[in-house]
């Protein structure tokens, strides 16, 4: 029995087992998240070769092609003059589906065992992505084909993200999250750049296996899930996390008996034990509205829109601006635009890492999104001067627009999903986390169909768009920098007065 060894040997037992669950959780939803991103970044790559200029190549000997015709060797239906709107029509296809559906997601999610639900959905998601790469071996130039394959893929992709937080938000506690979380967002860019790079490979050839090949590998991360994630602690006996510690928790000693951390893990750890031989009521799943109303939801989402606009903008035109304006080939542009998701995944970790430092949230974003703006406007006007600037320019760029992001998406969803106003009840992170995630994929079709709009009057005016949409999403974040401020200056105050108390004793 427990009882039997020493507080201290049975701590250490348990927390090196608890650590290696822990572990493994943190690293199979970040292989979960990177093959979903890894799916959706082909399409980007491939766009330069679904319309080039042909007057460079050799028509073949059959070809009934005229002469003039500088478009003859790119893939029907994006040959003709309006091939931006249709490929902003794509995109769209894909990101407003996704917007849709992602508010539906979270409901579900806390509804559905997360285990089936992420399986499901990858193996769903894998199928679509490769059925839109069987369009090039199947001849098919049908706009409504690509469009339609994009809206399923759209739609089967929601099942990931809340999924996902949820399973961390489960897992660990609020103490490190943000930087924890930092670096387990880093499934993005990773994610991102594995499927430039991959797409890569083939996009001069064969490019429907730039979304076959990704699709496989989605697919078969699906049946890995299926067998191997463990959605609770108490699934496996391991000690659930405290989520609403504030600083107690890092001033209790977990080695001692007599700690109120220690006696909370042990009553915690007798609880599971108990709901396991008779059954306990579950805490019921949070309205919409009731997870709209926690505080900071509605402002973090909105500043979600904008920030996510701005970053898919990148993600889905980054490849064809480097294209056209740097004059790269289409794989070298792919390449390249991998710098910015570099910069993404060093932007989160300093985002995570300065906000639980500071404990303040709200402020770190606020501060990187005040420096995004001037340097998208260098990128913009010097960034192309050289290729040395090109690359420096994108991973500054990169960090401070993603950053911002993945701090959102994560370690806010998952702190706003386990408030203190829940009184305790972890069913609301999911729905949190898809109503945050649900805006800000708004704001993810808004960007590229405004970029296919405007790119034909300039690039110029694209990036005066995103930057107007980086200092809305800043001015978004006004009240609650302000109140994490006040939150400061009472901890300072307090931090003196018990100083004041210990030097001039009574």
Request: one cysteine or more; hydrophobic letters at 45%; a neutral charge.
């Amino acid at each position: 029995m427990r009882s039997s060894l020493a507080p201290g040997v049975w701590f250490l037992r348990n927390f090196s087992r608890d650590s290696w669950y822990r572990g493994f959780t943190l690293l199979l939803t970040f292989l979960i998240y990177t093959c979903y991103h890894m799916s959706r970044k082909p399409i980007s790559v491939v766009k330069s070769r679904l319309h080039q200029n042909c007057s460079g190549l050799i028509n073949p000997i059959n070809d009934t092609h005229s002469l003039n015709d500088t478009t003859w060797c790119s893939w029907s239906p994006f040959d003709k003059d309006d091939y931006k709107e249709l490929l902003g029509a794509v995109d769209n296809a894909f990101l407003v589906a996704y917007a849709i559906g992602m508010f539906i997601s979270g409901i579900f999610g806390e509804r559905l065992p997360l285990r089936y639900y992420l399986s499901a959905g990858m193996l769903l998601s894998g199928l679509f992505t490769a059925l839109f790469g069987l369009g090039y071996f199947w001849n098919i130039h049908m706009l409504w084909y690509f469009v339609l394959i994009q809206i399923c893929n759209g739609l089967v992709q929601t099942t990931g993200w809340p999924s996902v937080v949820a399973c961390v938000g489960n897992w660990f506690g609020k103490g490190k999250r943000g930087f924890i979380m930092g670096i387990w967002n880093s499934h993005t860019s990773v994610g991102n750049i594995l499927g430039s790079l991959i797409a890569g490979l083939w996009v001069n050839s064969h490019w429907g296996l730039s979304f076959i090949v990704p699709g496989i590998i989605t697919a078969a991360m699906g049946i890995f899930t299926f067998l191997f994630l463990i959605e609770y602690p108490e699934d496996v006996d391991c000690t659930p996390p405290q989520h609403h510690g504030g600083s107690d928790d890092s001033q209790d000693n977990p080695e001692d008996p007599g700690s109120s951390s220690y006696s909370h893990r042990e009553s915690r750890m007798e609880a599971a034990a108990s709901c396991s031989k008779e059954p306990c009521p579950e805490p019921a799943a949070i309205s919409f509205l009731g997870a709209l109303k926690i505080p900071g939801v509605i402002e973090f989402s909105l500043c979600l829109l904008f920030a996510k606009l701005v970053s898919y903008t990148f993600l889905y035109w980054l490849p064809l601006y480097i294209f056209n304006v740097a004059h790269f080939g289409a794989k070298e542009a792919g390449d390249l635009s991998t710098l910015f998701d570099v910069g993404g995944i060093i932007g989160g970790i300093m985002a995570g890492l300065v906000s639980d430092y500071i404990n303040g949230r709200a402020t770190t974003c606020c501060v990187m999104l005040i420096l995004a703006a001037p340097v998208m406007f260098l990128y913009n006007s010097v960034g192309q001067n050289g290729i040395a600037s090109s690359m420096v320019m994108l991973i500054i760029c990169g960090a401070l627009v993603n950053g911002p992001y993945a701090l959102i998406t994560t370690a806010v969803s998952a702190d706003l999903g386990t408030h203190e106003s829940l009184k305790g009840n972890a069913k609301a992170l999911s729905t949190v986390t898809a109503i945050i995630d649900g805006t800000g994929s708004i704001g993810a079709a808004l960007g590229p169909l405004l970029a296919g709009l405007i790119s034909p009057t300039g690039w110029n005016n694209v990036f005066y768009m995103l930057i107007s949409a980086d200092i809305l999403a800043c001015l978004l974040l006004c009240r609650l920098v302000y109140k994490e401020i006040l939150a400061w200056k009472v901890s300072l105050s307090r931090g003196r007065g018990s100083s004041l108390a210990l030097t001039h004793p009574r």
